[in-house]
């Protein structure tokens, strides 16, 4: 499909603006109940001129994941140098904004997953890449001596699993939990693999200034 470029209000492409007003209406709404005609119309544009550059709402919401995870890796994966180790401020970063600017992924996603085939197939890709790239952070920390050495392959896929998950679904637990502190972002991202750190890897994440107590 070739591309067409044409200007809203002067600085926007269409295909543009049609991605920022769905996304602003599927995080305010849900996208269950926003039609491709309320798009349309919120874009200022014909429901046919929608249809040119989407055949559908299920692709734009496929998009806008692309867009969103492009944006992740982009901001967040590039922090990290697999040669020269990285600090523990990116371990613990709070990309809680971040994700709250899509948060109706991780509010709709079982019903994204399940009512829509190229969504799940390119949810398994997202989330098969991001453990892969988490296992690589893991085996770092261990080599690093900021983990313990001597952990069960099957255990480390299961950390791995909780903290994905819990990145992804973090603006839906954000929701229910209320407004998050910085210290309980770092509680949150520290945990899964909490039991697992040594003496170093204590000293490396400042434990006792994150929990607030001194550890014996």
């Known amino acids: 499909r070739a591309t067409k470029f044409v200007l809203v209000g002067g600085n926007m492409d269409v295909r543009t603006e049609i991605l920022q007003v769905s996304l602003k209406l599927f995080n305010e709404f849900g996208s269950e109940n926003i039609s491709t005609?309320?798009?349309?119309?919120?874009?200022?544009?014909?429901?046919?001129?929608?249809?040119?550059?989407?055949?559908?709402?299920?692709?734009?919401?496929?998009?806008?994941?692309?867009?969103?995870?492009?944006?992740?890796?982009d901001k967040f994966n590039k922090q990290i140098d697999f040669v020269r180790g990285f600090n523990r401020?990116?371990?613990?970063?709070?990309?809680?904004?971040?994700?709250?600017?899509?948060?109706?992924?991780?509010k709709e996603a079982n019903i994204l997953i399940k009512n829509d085939e190229n969504f799940r197939k390119l949810n398994n890709e997202v989330m098969e890449k991001r453990e892969k790239y988490l296992y690589m952070i893991f085996k770092l920390l261990q080599n690093q001596e900021i983990l313990v050495a001597d952990i069960k392959e099957e255990v480390i896929e299961k950390i791995i699993k909780i903290i994905y998950f819990n990145g992804a679904y973090n603006p839906l637990l954000r929701s229910l939990d209320g407004k998050e502190t910085k210290e309980s972002i770092e509680i949150k991202k520290l945990l899964p693999f909490y039991g697992f750190l040594t003496e170093k890897g204590k000293e490396f994440f400042r434990v006792e200034d994150i929990l607030g107590k001194t550890e014996d």
């Open 89 to 106: 401020d990116i371990i613990l970063i709070d990309d809680s904004d971040f994700l709250e600017e899509y948060s109706f992924f991780s």
């Open 37 to 73: 005609n309320e798009i349309a119309k919120k874009t200022d544009i014909s429901t046919g001129t929608l249809y040119y550059y989407f055949k559908n709402k299920e692709e734009i919401i496929v998009e806008l994941f692309i867009k969103m995870n492009k944006e992740y890796d």
